[in-house]
């Protein structure tokens, strides 16, 4: 599998990572500028709320106030009270113009000290001459000699602080423009960012549009090879399935042939057998065209647990015995009520594991279990366990295990398309489960098989299909085949069941034909070379026909809907069953009085059951002893129950006939399953005793020839 292709170009996520931290780093000096900007302003706030300069000019005037009072005092002492106040508010104003909390920031700390000084020494002085001597004229002398001593001094003090205020208020302008100059930068940065941002963006939007215009065709490209694809395996499957049921056909027919010679017979098995592989193959490879063009349709039916049960083991148990294994179904609960499901594709997806699990195990025993539990919406939850004692699966193998026509190294040593356990997993998936490999070590493996179903509605006893029905007495059918071949071969079938076969080639002929003649029943294929089958099916229901119309296809599966509408009642595949074409045709109503077939072969279709069963002549032979034994005994307690079991005892019967080609027998068991009640009809009962009678003589004739060409 290729990688996916990323999301967006790595360039631009590193260029847009780059961006982004480079965004977050402007921001982030934004907001240290706008703190250190807003630190600035409450500190300009607080110097112009500074009272320095006040101060400084609040001094100049007293220490004129003081000198003025001072010049009063030298001839009037009157005045020596004021002296003394203007000379303590002087001080005072010297010590405030000391306290300025921000006075290193204006003014020359070493000048300030010096001048300071001075005008310091001065009021220590005066102090101290103040408080030793009393107010005269001669104080007031000295006092006016310091004051202008110190006048400098002030004036020098102002000076500075006025220089210094100026000089702070020069400093505090630039940095306010200084910082504006930096949002001014940031922001501009900052827009280009976004606009480069957009711009990525933009481009990226384009890339991306353009990349979603590509992956669009892409998708298209790929729908529409797909599409030819199905058309192609639809063409294929015709194409070779046309030529398979006339080998398949004529196959079954000649085997049937009592005076073939071993040599012919067993190349005439082997013919079969790898014509059905080559149809089994077909079929798995179109299943899996139909998953993947999702053109697979549910069709739920009413299911016995049970029954599904007794299907299995009929199907495999001897199988099983065969290979010297242990197969064992536990019975459903008691309680399990009849499902709503598809029973088909479930029948199907157990058949492949317990398939897999009979192939691989060469000792041992394959065990299957069944249990319900409760599903959201009122639906329940179908789990199927299927264990074996095989050799297990290796832990490398475990992920290729569900991958279409992808085999484990064991699955290619024994044979097969790798497609069985992909189209199982996708079909239970389709009915809301799903299949996993629980569990595979070398003691073997757990395969577990979930569903959901609904609970059925009693609608009295569940049915399944019959498969077979031997003859068709007097029965007027009408083929319609444009392959000669294919014309040829129906004709033989049906008319070897005692049917009144008329053959045409196309429509035309066939609306011609029924227009002055009747028939029981239409056998017609979905491709005719002058119409469509289903078209034709339409036509007929339309014009009041009322018999049974059975339609063949080489072709991918119409659809059940498309089927319904047309009035189809059934649907067969090419390469069919020559059983099952009779048993569709015959439906219940013909399976009266059914005579004994004129050969062998028509009783026990030996070389099919050696195919499904995997042994040889003599090994065939004695399994069918033991399963007509078997069905003898299940017709014994048929006859004497009383506990409503006749039904589930008359499958049972059908399923081991059905695994030892005893076609015959498996359609009159049929009828039993389907109406348990003529267990009381002697009549029946007797045809019965008198089919299984033929049947063991068909087998001790088989016997007989295979000892004499052994011999």
Not at 428 to 445: H, K, N, P, Y
């Amino acid at each position: 599998m290729t990688a996916s292709p990323p999301l967006m170009n790595p360039r631009f996520l590193r260029a847009l990572l780059l961006a982004s931290i480079l965004l977050l780093v402007s921001l982030g000096l934004t907001v240290r500028f706008e703190q250190q900007q807003r630190e600035e302003l409450a500190r300009v706030t607080a110097f112009s709320n500074q009272d320095e300069l006040w101060h400084s000019v609040a001094l100049s005037r007293e220490y004129l106030k003081l000198r003025e009072i001072a010049a009063l005092s030298r001839f009037n002492a009157a005045y020596y009270l004021q002296l003394r106040t203007r000379y303590d508010i002087f001080a005072g104003r010297v010590a405030a113009m000391q306290n300025g909390a921000f006075m290193h920031q204006l003014i020359d700390q070493r000048a300030y000290g010096e001048h300071m000084g001075v005008i310091n020494r001065m009021i220590t002085d005066t102090d101290a001459r103040w408080a030793r001597y009393p107010m005269t004229p001669e104080e007031v002398d000295h006092l006016i000699g310091s004051l202008d001593h110190i006048q400098g001094n002030l004036q020098t003090i102002h000076d500075l602080i006025q220089h210094g205020f100026a000089d702070q208020l020069d400093e505090n302008e630039k940095l306010v423009t200084r910082l504006g100059r930096t949002r001014i930068a940031l922001a501009v940065f900052q827009s280009l960012l976004l606009l480069g941002f957009a711009g990525m963006a933009l481009f990226e939007l384009r890339r991306s549009l353009q990349r979603e215009h590509l992956l669009g065709e892409a998708r298209s490209a790929a729908q529409a090879a797909n599409e030819a694809k199905s058309r192609f395996l639809a063409n294929v499957s015709h194409e070779m399935r046309t030529p398979l049921t006339s080998v398949l056909g004529y196959a079954g027919q000649t085997l049937k042939d009592p005076s073939l010679s071993a040599t012919s017979r067993h190349q005439l098995g082997l013919i079969r057998r790898s014509a059905e592989y080559l149809a089994s193959l077909l079929g798995n490879v179109l299943d899996v065209s139909r998953i993947e063009a999702n053109r697979v349709q549910l069709n739920s039916e009413r299911l016995s647990l049970s029954s599904l049960a007794d299907d299995l083991y009929g199907l495999f148990a001897l199988q099983a015995s065969e290979k010297g294994i242990l197969l064992t179904i536990a019975p459903p609960p008691e309680n399990a009520p009849q499902l709503q499901i598809d029973g088909g594709k479930l029948r199907q997806i157990l058949i492949n594991l317990i398939g897999n699990a009979v192939k691989f195990t060469l000792q041992g025993h394959v065990h299957v279990a069944f249990s319900l539990r409760d599903a959201p919406q009122g639906r329940l939850q179908l789990q199927t366990r299927v264990s074996d004692t095989g050799p297990g699966i290796a832990a490398g193998e475990l992920t290729q295990l569900f991958s279409p026509f992808e085999q484990t190294a064991s699955g290619r040593a024994a044979g097969g398309s790798g497609l069985g356990l992909a189209i199982s997993r996708e079909f239970a998936r389709l009915m809301g489960g799903d299949v996993v490999c629980s569990a595979s070590s070398s003691a073997g493996s757990v395969f577990d098989a979930t569903v959901l179903a609904d609970a059925a509605p009693d609608a009295g006893p569940v049915t399944t299909p019959i498969l077979a029905a031997p003859q068709l007495h007097g029965l007027a059918v009408l083929v319609l085949e444009d392959q000669a071949i294919n014309r040829e071969l129906l004709a033989e079938i049906l008319r070897g069941a005692h049917a009144v076969v008329t053959t045409v080639a196309t429509l035309h002929d066939a609306r011609q034909l029924l227009t002055h003649k009747a028939f029981d029943a239409v056998v017609l294929d979905y491709n005719l070379p002058d119409g469509n089958g289903l078209e034709f099916a339409r036509y007929l229901r339309a014009q009041q026909w009322r018999g049974r119309l059975l339609m063949l296809s080489a072709a991918l599966h119409p659809g059940t809907d498309a089927l319904d509408a047309a009035g189809v009642d059934r649907w067969l595949a090419k390469p069919f069953d020559s059983a099952e074409l009779i048993a569709a045709l015959a439906g219940r109503a013909a399976r009266n009085n059914m005579p004994a077939p004129i050969s062998p072969s028509d009783l026990l279709d030996m070389d099919a059951a050696m195919l499904r069963l995997g042994c040889n002549a003599s090994r065939y032979l004695a399994i069918a002893t033991r399963g007509l034994n078997r069905i003898e005994e299940l017709l014994r307690d048929y006859a004497a129950d009383e506990a409503g079991n006749r039904s589930r005892l008359a499958h049972s019967a059908r399923g081991v006939a059905l695994q030892i080609g005893a076609m015959s027998l498996a359609a009159a068991c049929g009828d039993l399953e389907f109406a348990p009640a003529a267990a009381k009809d002697a009549a029946r009962l007797d045809n019965m005793d008198q089919l299984l009678a033929h049947t063991r003589q068909a087998l001790a004739t088989l016997t007989t020839e295979t000892r004499k060409e052994n011999a």
